[in-house]
């Protein structure tokens, strides 16, 4: 497919367009990022997601798809050509649509409380609670890997995608604030899956290195992070 068939509006150091960035990626499609001013939205960008007006979007010919995790799934079931990101067996499928939703609505609510804490003891207690949310990804890692290497078992799959996103703000937050989230004593196995998921080729090119979503944190303001889904 032609490259110009397939357009994401986003930005790279959102983890939320990452996430349909590495979905295309997975399947070995070609796309043209653009990339948005969430400051001053896009004449395409309104038109294209009137209802919520944010990032990431999938323009695929002349249609827009919106949300990111909507977007996977929309990914994963139109080229089927390329390795699965949800699994094929219902109850599975179901399973991984469960973490995934976990993921946004707890775990990612507790990372915006990072940013806000002021001092060594309230960046603690976020620290504590953060790595707690993650022990129940731990226990979910082992059970839907099956002793393999990601979530979805040998390849990438949709609950690698929806938690993988996040890690280059993760080790970015660890550079700028030492504050630690992944806690090897805690959850040793996401540790370990954090490296490999990182290390995968569909994932190395969508996610920018922390030095340099260090310099671009003074661009990503509270109003592009209210702007992104």
Not at 165 to 192: H, Q, R, Y
């Amino acid at each position: 497919m032609a490259a110009s068939t397939v357009k994401v509006l986003g930005t790279h150091p959102s983890p939320f367009a990452n996430r349909v960035l590495i979905a295309l990626n997975v399947k070995s499609m070609e796309y043209e990022l653009i990339e948005e001013d969430m400051s001053n939205k896009s004449e395409l960008l309104l038109k294209s997601n009137p209802v919520h007006k944010k990032i990431p979007v999938l323009i695929h010919g002349d249609n827009p798809i919106c949300e990111s995790l909507v977007i996977v799934q929309y990914i994963d079931e139109t080229w089927t050509n390329g390795p699965s990101i949800l699994p094929s067996d219902p109850h599975d499928r179901a399973i991984s649509r469960f973490w995934a939703a976990y993921i946004d609505d707890k775990w990612l609510t507790l990372m915006s409380g990072v940013g806000k804490a002021q001092g060594e003891e309230a960046k603690a207690k976020v620290q504590e609670k953060l790595q707690e949310a993650l022990v129940p990804l731990e226990e979910a890692f082992v059970k839907c890997g099956k002793g393999k290497t990601f979530f979805g078992g040998d390849n990438i799959g949709y609950i690698d995608i929806a938690l993988g996103c996040i890690l280059g703000w993760i080790k970015a937050i660890k550079f700028m604030l030492g504050v630690e989230i992944f806690d090897v004593t805690k959850t040793p196995s996401l540790v370990n899956w954090a490296d490999r998921f990182l290390e995968d080729k569909a994932v190395k090119d969508a996610i920018l290195e922390p030095e340099k979503l260090e310099i671009l944190k003074l661009h990503l303001t509270k109003r592009e992070v209210a702007n992104a889904n």
